[in-house]
């Protein structure tokens, strides 16, 4: 059965957003965003959009990671699987069969 396209995406976005959330929590607990400096350079924004930009930048480290992870669990027979049907192959064969 293969999985939609759509369904793999939020397996990978879902995750990254929570922890999206409760890293965001976390950061701006400890760090007021208008002693942040940017190469020495305090950051001339206000709160709600430091909070904005904190918010995607973890979300998008969460997506890199979490889809990291989903590429990684991917079986030997999906890495290694054939994308285009060859008409020399027999049914039921692999690759290196």
């Given at each position: 059965?293969?999985?939609?396209?759509v369904r793999r995406a939020l397996w990978v976005i879902?995750?990254?957003f929570l922890v999206a959330a409760a890293a965001e929590t976390v950061f701006f607990a400890v760090f007021d965003p208008?002693?942040?400096h940017f190469f020495g350079t305090p950051l001339e924004l206000s709160r709600e959009?430091?909070?904005t930009l904190g918010f995607f930048g973890f979300w998008g480290v969460g997506i890199v990671a979490s889809g990291l992870t989903k590429f990684l669990e991917r079986s030997p027979f999906e890495v290694?699987?054939?994308?285009l049907e060859s008409?020399?192959?027999s049914e039921g064969t692999r690759c290196g069969d």
């Open positions: 059965m293969e999985v939609s396209f879902w995750p990254a208008f002693d942040l959009a430091m909070y290694n699987r054939p994308t008409p020399d192959r």
